[in-house]
T-cell receptor, first 116, second 113 residues
Framework: AQKVTQAQTEISVVEKEDVTLDCVYE???????LFWYKQPPSGELVFLIR??????QNEISGRYSWNFQKSTSSFNFTITASQVVDSAVYFC?????????????FGTGTSLTVIP | DTGVSQDPRHKITKRGQNVTFRCDPI?????LYWYRQTLGQGPEFLTY????????KSRLLSDRFSAERPKGSFSTLEIQRTEQGDSAMYLC???????????FGPGTRLTVL
């Protein structure tokens, strides 16, 4: 079973529109971490945010905001006033904490295209 | 801090040849991870090191794959007798500890002809 599901394969928006990228995860652990990474065309994964399972406060960083809801096992990512530079593939990831550390499970990614 | 670096960035090889990739993690990061990413997919975990010890290997890591981190600093990933199915982006990541954020390198894109 897929531990991280990103149902949106591709999204296109016009510049300055808001866009929300969905992420649903599955875990039986009570302690875990959730992440969002951005992968621009250059290929390098860029870390955006990390949340632990005990902190459900939403977070805002500039045009980016994240909505973590344990009740629905979702960790959605919203970009406000999108820009062309936001065009990239965005990955949601889950890290479960075991005795030997953590292993990452990535979703299949959402490819975002911002049209000028 | 220069971040995680990987070498080479691109590798084209013929089926049956051996290839070796190198990863230099962020200095003082104890954890080093290898992932494989194919087109349209997210990265898939291959293996990781705590200093020089290889602690976990994925089922994806067949006997043709071997990884080392001899001095707990840089790591190498070798693929023997490459197959066309090995064509992918190989990503390296490092973290300070097992509970910290993983930071990724630019990857090595392997093409097996």
């Amino acid at each position: 079973a897929q531990k991280v599901t990103q149902a949106q394969t591709e999204i296109s928006v016009v510049e300055k529109e808001d866009v929300t990228l969905d992420c649903v995860y599955e875990t039986r652990d009570t302690t875990y971490y959730l992440f969002w990474y951005k992968q621009p065309p250059s290929g390098e994964l860029v870390f955006l945010i990390r949340r632990n399972s005990f902190d459900e406060q939403n977070e805002i960083s500039g045009r980016y905001s994240w909505n973590f809801q344990k009740s629905t096992s979702s960790f959605n990512f919203t970009i406000t006033a999108s820009q062309v530079v936001d065009s990239a593939v965005y990955f949601c990831a889950l890290s479960e904490v075991s005795n030997t550390g953590n292993q990452f499970y990535f979703g299949t990614g959402t490819s975002l295209t911002v049209i000028p | 801090d220069t971040g995680v670096s990987q070498d080479p960035r691109h590798k084209i090889t013929k089926r049956g040849q051996n290839v070796t990739f190198r990863c230099d993690p962020i200095s003082e990061h104890n954890r080093l991870y290898w992932y494989r990413q194919t087109l349209g997919q997210g990265p898939e975990f291959l293996t990781y090191f705590q200093n020089e010890a290889q602690l976990e290997k994925s089922r994806l890591l067949s006997d043709r794959f071997s990884a080392e981190r001899p001095k707990g600093s840089f790591s190498t990933l070798e693929i023997q007798r490459t197959e066309q199915g090995d064509s992918a982006m190989y990503l390296c990541a490092s973290s300070l500890t097992g509970l910290d954020t993983q930071y990724f390198g630019p990857g090595t894109r392997l093409t097996v002809l």
